[in-house]
């Protein structure tokens, strides 16, 4: 099981979905400075791609800096530097088109848009005040047991 999540889709490149995927996951916080990174053999059983296309992946995470290849104990994330405003931008800009993109689909208007990722957002994180809900208590718990 791969410690990102990708549902690879036809017509685009599987290298540079994984090599978002991954780039995704690390800047965003899910995996964490220190954890353990899947093997080449690991990327390509459980995407189904060729095993050159996983190494060329782990290559290109290293030469980003974003993974540190130990010998004899195996490709970790290293220190994720901190996203530029234009580089998260950038890795969210698919999910926000397709959020955007059902919002319309559904009828919803940008102010009520606006104030459904509010209340998901406060749900998940607390509000600015400094006030949490119960799930923004869980979530945090989640992420400080990781």
Request: charged share 25%; no cysteine.
């Amino acid at each position: 099981m791969l410690p990102f999540s990708i549902s690879l889709r036809a017509g685009a490149s599987p290298y540079r979905q994984v090599v978002y995927a991954a780039t995704k996951a690390i800047l965003g916080g899910v995996l964490a400075e220190g954890d353990a990174f899947p093997s080449v053999r690991e990327m390509s059983e459980a995407l189904k791609i060729n095993p050159n296309t996983a190494q060329k992946v782990v290559a290109e995470l290293i030469r980003d800096g974003l993974l540190i290849s130990q010998p004899g104990i195996g490709t970790i994330v290293a220190r994720a530097p901190r996203a530029t405003a234009d580089e998260r931008r950038k890795l969210l800009s698919s999910d926000v088109e397709t959020l955007v993109v059902e919002a319309r689909r559904l009828g919803v208007d940008r102010d009520e848009l606006h104030r459904s990722v509010d209340a998901r957002w406060f749900t998940l994180f607390g509000r600015a005040d400094g006030t949490t809900t119960r799930a923004a208590r869980v979530a945090s718990g989640a992420r400080a047991r990781r």
